[in-house]
């Protein structure tokens, strides 16, 4: 194995049911348990502090709360000074922030990064409903780097024509799925509610689902008082739940370090590839609106890079906001219907928080790789409606090197009838912004239930230069 091949070494997810507002930690202080938990879990020789102390590196993706610099008070709250703390808007992939820490440790940037994120839209939830209040604490200071979006991520278009709802828009996806297949209506609402009950039966069996309850397929497809239609045929059970106080933490570092702070190997998880497209195309420009050409490109990106074949992978986390999501990846990937689409049991049981689920099931994932020597995971993301796919390999044992691609248009496309480049042709990305906007807004429900498009950052970044 090279040296500096990126691994994961701790992580941990970590959730609260707090009825009581007053009572309820708030997202911060859940971040800062699934960090030290992560630490734990490493089970290295110099223990949990010393590890913690040795972080130079926290990523943090924004949330639904006003931090300003989120990782750098976690930073100073383990006790790692001087750590390089980066922020990403809502709408850069999550992948991204995978495959920038492991680009950071494969380029010798830093010897041990964080990726950690965290929600507390319950917390939130209970305070209104008990007319009492949920404050937040400060996170003074600015981060060292902000990955921000560049591009809105819906069309003119689509707003005057009132699809600015996520749902709205999956659920176009969704019927034309159903016409390009010849389904008829009653088989095809029966074929997507059996896949998310099947999700459901997962997540009861998932200590760190939100929702641990087992549902039938009738119960996610018939509408009633409790799962009222949302847009045809998405009930409210087949719509991801991010109203949950749940948080992740990865910790990640090269291979020698692994070594050098006594990690044992069965607790190490290799990040073997990260492919990001970036090609925004909206809804309302696509040729085939069932069709996710930047997930296939991705798809084959990865596994080239990864030196492997998709039937080698025995463990997927397809992303779950709504089940076009899933199925065109499917489609896209070449992954068979009757395999497992997911680890954890999906957004809707398992929980959605609106920008950390990828970590979230990150942890799940390397839960099941450790448990399974020798087997090959995937991890995918999406931002938008379906704009920009990301997709991540993961496994217990090394191959080829590491790699990061992540490649976008200059500028968003607005021809009616293109479609994404290949990853190989793209031009490099642009790099990230280096200012910050004084506050920043609650996102907007009618835009942001599945996160919205950004830049894609550049993965090379001198980790000590301040921005």
Same mark, same amino acid.
């Given at each position: 194995?090279?040296?500096?091949?990126?691994?994961?070494?701790?992580?941990?997810?970590?959730?609260?049911?707090?009825?009581?507002?007053?009572?309820?930690?708030?997202?911060?202080?859940?971040?800062?348990?699934?960090?030290?938990?992560?630490?734990?879990?490493?089970?290295?020789?110099?223990?949990?502090?010393?590890?913690?102390?040795?972080?130079?590196?926290?990523?943090?993706?924004?949330?639904?709360?006003?931090?300003?610099?989120?990782?750098?008070?976690?930073?100073?709250?383990?006790?790692?000074?001087?750590?390089?703390?980066?922020?990403?808007?809502?709408?850069?992939?999550?992948?991204?922030?995978?495959?920038?820490?492991?680009?950071?440790?494969?380029?010798?940037?830093?010897?041990?990064?964080?990726?950690?994120?965290?929600?507390?839209?319950?917390?939130?939830?209970?305070?209104?409903?008990?007319?009492?209040?949920?404050?937040?604490?400060?996170?003074?200071?600015?981060?060292?780097?902000?990955?921000?979006?560049?591009?809105?991520?819906?069309?003119?278009?689509?707003?005057?024509?009132?699809?600015?709802?996520?749902?709205?828009?999956?659920?176009?996806?969704?019927?034309?799925?159903?016409?390009?297949?010849?389904?008829?209506?009653?088989?095809?609402?029966?074929?997507?509610?059996?896949?998310?009950?099947?999700?459901?039966?997962?997540?009861?069996?998932?200590?760190?689902?939100?929702?641990?309850?087992?549902?039938?397929?009738?119960?996610?497809?018939?509408?009633?008082?409790?799962?009222?239609?949302?847009?045809?045929?998405?009930?409210?059970?087949?719509?991801?739940?991010?109203?949950?106080?749940?948080?992740?933490?990865?910790?990640?570092?090269?291979?020698?370090?692994?070594?050098?702070?006594?990690?044992?190997?069965?607790?190490?998880?290799?990040?073997?590839?990260?492919?990001?497209?970036?090609?925004?195309?909206?809804?309302?420009?696509?040729?085939?609106?069932?069709?996710?050409?930047?997930?296939?490109?991705?798809?084959?990106?990865?596994?080239?890079?990864?030196?492997?074949?998709?039937?080698?992978?025995?463990?997927?986390?397809?992303?779950?906001?709504?089940?076009?999501?899933?199925?065109?990846?499917?489609?896209?990937?070449?992954?068979?219907?009757?395999?497992?689409?997911?680890?954890?049991?999906?957004?809707?049981?398992?929980?959605?928080?609106?920008?950390?689920?990828?970590?979230?099931?990150?942890?799940?994932?390397?839960?099941?790789?450790?448990?399974?020597?020798?087997?090959?995971?995937?991890?995918?993301?999406?931002?938008?409606?379906?704009?920009?796919?990301?997709?991540?390999?993961?496994?217990?044992? /090394?191959?080829? #090197?590491?790699?990061?691609? &992540?490649?976008? =248009?200059?500028? @968003?496309?607005?021809?009616? !009838? $293109? +479609? *994404?480049?290949?990853?190989?042709?793209?031009?490099? /990305?642009?790099? #990230?912004?280096?200012?910050? &906007?004084?506050? =920043?807004?609650? @996102?907007?429900?009618?835009? !942001? $239930? +599945? *996160?919205?498009?950004?830049?894609?950052?550049?993965?090379?970044?001198?980790?000590?230069?301040?921005?």
């Amino acid at each position: 194995m090279d040296p500096r091949t990126p691994v994961l070494i701790g992580c941990a997810a970590v959730g609260q049911r707090e009825e009581d507002p007053a009572r309820a930690r708030e997202p911060l202080d859940l971040m800062e348990q699934a960090l030290r938990d992560a630490a734990e879990d490493a089970e290295a020789d110099v223990g949990a502090k010393a590890l913690l102390e040795r972080i130079q590196w926290i990523a943090v993706p924004q949330g639904f709360w006003n931090y300003s610099n989120p990782a750098g008070v976690l930073g100073g709250r383990v006790g790692a000074t001087g750590t390089h703390a980066v922020l990403t808007d809502i709408g850069v992939l999550q992948t991204t922030l995978l495959g920038l820490a492991g680009q950071v440790i494969a380029d010798g940037r830093a010897e041990l990064c964080v990726v950690v994120g965290g929600e507390a839209k319950y917390r939130t939830l209970r305070a209104k409903i008990t007319g009492s209040k949920a404050p937040l604490c400060e996170a003074p200071g600015d981060p060292d780097e902000v990955l921000r979006p560049k591009a809105d991520i819906l069309h003119p278009l689509e707003l005057r024509c009132g699809l600015g709802l996520p749902v709205k828009q999956y659920a176009m996806i969704e019927n034309a799925l159903r016409i390009e297949t010849r389904s008829r209506l009653d088989s095809h609402r029966s074929e997507i509610a059996e896949l998310w009950a099947a999700m459901s039966r997962v997540a009861a069996t998932n200590p760190d689902a939100w929702n641990r309850e087992a549902v039938s397929p009738s119960t996610v497809r018939d509408a009633s008082d409790e799962n009222r239609m949302l847009a045809f045929p998405y009930t409210k059970l087949h719509n991801s739940q991010w109203n949950v106080d749940q948080a992740a933490a990865l910790i990640l570092c090269s291979a020698e370090t692994a070594d050098a702070l006594g990690v044992p190997r069965d607790r190490r998880i290799v990040l073997r590839c990260v492919a990001d497209s970036n090609f925004m195309l909206p809804l309302c420009e696509r040729k085939d609106v069932h069709r996710s050409a930047g997930f296939a490109a991705a798809g084959r990106a990865a596994f080239e890079a990864a030196g492997i074949e998709s039937e080698e992978v025995g463990h997927r986390e397809l992303y779950s906001c709504f089940p076009s999501a899933v199925r065109v990846q499917q489609r896209e990937l070449g992954v068979p219907r009757e395999l497992a689409v997911t680890v954890t049991g999906g957004m809707t049981f398992a929980g959605g928080p609106l920008n950390n689920f990828v970590l979230q099931a990150a942890v799940k994932m390397a839960q099941v790789l450790r448990d399974d020597p020798g087997s090959i995971g995937m991890l995918n993301a999406v931002s938008g409606m379906l704009t920009k796919q990301g997709v991540s390999l993961w496994s217990t044992e /090394a191959g080829n #090197p590491f790699a990061f691609l &992540a490649r976008k =248009r200059t500028k @968003p496309p607005r021809a009616p !009838n $293109s +479609s *994404p480049m290949s990853l190989a042709t793209q031009p490099s /990305a642009p790099t #990230p912004s280096s200012t910050r &906007a004084p506050t =920043r807004p609650e @996102p907007s429900p009618s835009v !942001n $239930s +599945s *996160p919205a498009a950004a830049p894609l950052p550049s993965p090379r970044i001198p980790i000590s230069r301040a921005r």
